[in-house]
């Protein structure tokens, strides 16, 4: 990668306008390799580049790749309407590199979000056509048994769907708490097809996408996480 301005680098890695981020080293508030870079024209090979910002460390990504361990009561939207966007869970650096949750997750849903400023990560992860399989835990809200995972592997009628929607995998985990598998990704389906199914959803999980588990993240409600290469790639293979 070519070189770049030390103002344009920390522009690109979300720390704000290029204008306030002249300020920044301007005011002796960047660090490379432990000296103070006042100058912002300076110009630095940004291909792995650390540095700090109010001596916090930060490592220079072209594009970012976030898991996070969405807590209830969060909205993923950029203008949430009743509850707190997922955003403020974040530093303020990924709402300006614009980093986008990866398809969404309703207000009182929890668990694995991944979020991401790379268009084509995103698109891989979240269209249809990719049909990347999702787990979800539900919680019910009336005893069941073996009679309703068969109704949700056999397919249930939605309101609002030409044909019966079918969970890949549906598994009784004890009388009140179900596992289910699925890779289309309709509105609210998970709750439409319990309640189809002669239930009802009163809380929902997601625990896995693809091959990337929550439990291997180790992530408490409300922490989030970089994602590395390998768990990258676990995800693309399942795409």
Not at 22 to 48: C, M, S, W
Not at 104 to 118: I, K, P, V
Not at 138 to 156: I, K, M
């Amino acid at each position: 990668m070519k070189k770049l301005s030390l103002d344009r680098i920390l522009q690109n890695q979300g720390f704000g306008t290029r204008k306030g981020c002249r300020g920044l080293v301007e005011d002796g508030d960047v660090t490379i390799a432990g000296e103070v870079v006042t100058d912002y024209k300076r110009e630095f090979d940004p291909t792995g580049l650390e540095f700090t910002v109010f001596d916090e460390p930060w490592l220079y990504r072209e594009h970012v790749y976030i898991a996070l361990n969405k807590p209830a009561n969060f909205e993923c939207s950029r203008k949430p309407s009743h509850h707190p966007g997922v955003h403020t869970l974040l530093p303020e650096q990924f709402t300006w590199r614009d980093v986008q949750p990866v398809g969404r997750l309703d207000h009182d849903t929890t668990g694995l979000l991944l979020l991401s400023d790379h268009g084509a990560f995103i698109h891989a992860q979240s269209h249809p056509k990719h049909h990347q399989p999702k787990v979800y835990v539900a919680t019910l809200a009336e005893p069941a048994d073996q009679s309703l995972a068969d109704a949700l592997l056999a397919g249930v009628k939605l309101a609002d769907e030409p044909a019966p929607l079918a969970a890949q995998v549906a598994k009784l985990i004890d009388p009140t708490h179900i596992e289910i598998v699925i890779d289309q990704g309709k509105y609210h389906q998970v709750k439409r097809m319990l309640a189809a199914a002669g239930n009802h959803c009163a809380a929902l999980a997601r625990v896995q996408i693809g091959g990337l588990t929550l439990a291997a993240l180790d992530l408490a409600e409300g922490e989030w996480c970089y994602l590395d290469e390998e768990q990258l790639a676990i995800l693309n293979s399942e795409a």
